[in-house]
């Protein structure tokens, strides 16, 4: 079994540098090349990938479909594959890149909002989502000094999972699990430090809250809620998309935490308003989100109806999931 398990782990390393070989080997494409690539390579994965096309669809209908036409979100869904695939060979080129030529690339906007944040000596809570380049983000953030930690879920293929941990660990970032992350992070904004949490994907029913987001109840997690109110650490906004021929990294103004005295309200009612800013920054680069998630896959629960035509139940304070 030890044999078996060597062999495993030898097996990882082993695939661990062959990816980070494909990923370096990708980022020495120049970009305007490999942004040629990248679209081809989008607009094959669309055509081809009937699963997270409609996924992609779906979604895309859920949010515009009131002002855009069925052509117009295909457009769009295209446009989503594209970009997606672009974070492929930015990736590759964000492991070369030095501090020297950050602002070549980047453009900082809103770094007041993080210095004021800081000031408050609580550590700085980051509110994030998977637009634009989010891999790059903790990657610039690194090469003007700021150390950015994040909550992540592991992957399950191990040696993507070692890859994208060395990745950010680069930069200098802490990276916490999941399952483990609550007494880590506790500590990191103890320390004064900037911890990222990423908002914007689905969850279960008892780790999440229902509340708006592009006009549907979609279950959203409470952690951040819970360890703003906490803690008092401020929230602060942060993203990085693509503009032009390089990327806008923009931090925004503190969310104002809201405390009425009821845990779960307040819960429900910061939550909220942290999906009000990740909608608002989506609408205005609705290409560059990850759309090919199920974001309202997790459904509210129903009470069962309190009359039956055809038979009875003992109780009417059962729950099913709609």
């Known amino acids: 079994m030890r044999n078996n398990q060597a062999d495993v782990r030898r097996t990882d390393v082993i695939l661990y540098h062959i990816i980070t070989g494909i990923f370096s080997l ?3 494409i120049p970009r305007g090349i490999a942004g040629r690539i990248a679209d081809l390579l989008g607009r094959i994965w669309f055509a081809v990938d009937r699963r997270h096309r409609k ?4 979604n895309l209908t859920l949010a515009f479909g009131d002002h855009m036409s069925a052509s117009e ?3 769009l869904a295209r446009r989503v594959f594209r ?4 974070i492929l060979f930015e990736i590759g080129w964000g492991m070369h890149l030095d501090a020297s030529r950050v602002n070549d690339h980047f453009n900082f906007s809103g770094l007041h909002h993080l210095q ?3 000031r408050k000596g609580q550590g700085v809570l980051i509110l994030t989502a998977h637009i634009g380049n989010w891999e790059l983000m903790i990657i610039a953030a690194g090469l ?3 150390s950015l930690s994040a909550i992540y879920r592991p992957l399950d293929f191990r040696p993507l999972d070692l890859f994208f941990a060395d990745l950010r660990s680069r930069s200098g970032a802490k990276l916490f699990p999941k399952t483990k992350a609550m007494r880590k992070v506790l500590r990191s904004l103890k320390d004064g430090e900037l911890v990222g949490v990423l908002l914007d994907q689905n969850t279960g029913v008892r780790s999440g809250v229902f509340v708006d987001f592009f006009g549907r109840p979609a279950c959203t997690n409470k952690g951040l809620a819970m360890i703003a109110l906490t803690t008092g650490a401020p929230v602060i906004p942060l993203f990085l998309v693509r503009e032009g021929d390089g990327f806008r990294v923009e931090f925004g103004p503190e969310i104002p935490l809201i405390r009425t005295g009821d845990k779960t309200i307040d819960i429900e009612t910061n939550t909220s308003a942290y999906n009000r800013v990740l909608e608002s920054m989506i609408r205005r680069y609705p290409e560059q989100w990850f759309w090919v998630h199920r974001r309202w896959k997790t459904k509210p629960y129903k009470p069962w109806p309190r009359v039956f035509p055809k038979r009875k139940r003992k109780s009417s304070g059962i729950f099913e999931r709609g």
């Open 26 to 28: 990708l980022g020495r």
């Open 55 to 58: 996924v992609a669809v779906s």
């Open 73 to 75: 979100i295909q457009a």
């Open 83 to 86: 970009n997606l695939t672009r």
């Open 116 to 118: 004021a944040a800081r």
């Open 144 to 146: 003007i000094g700021l």
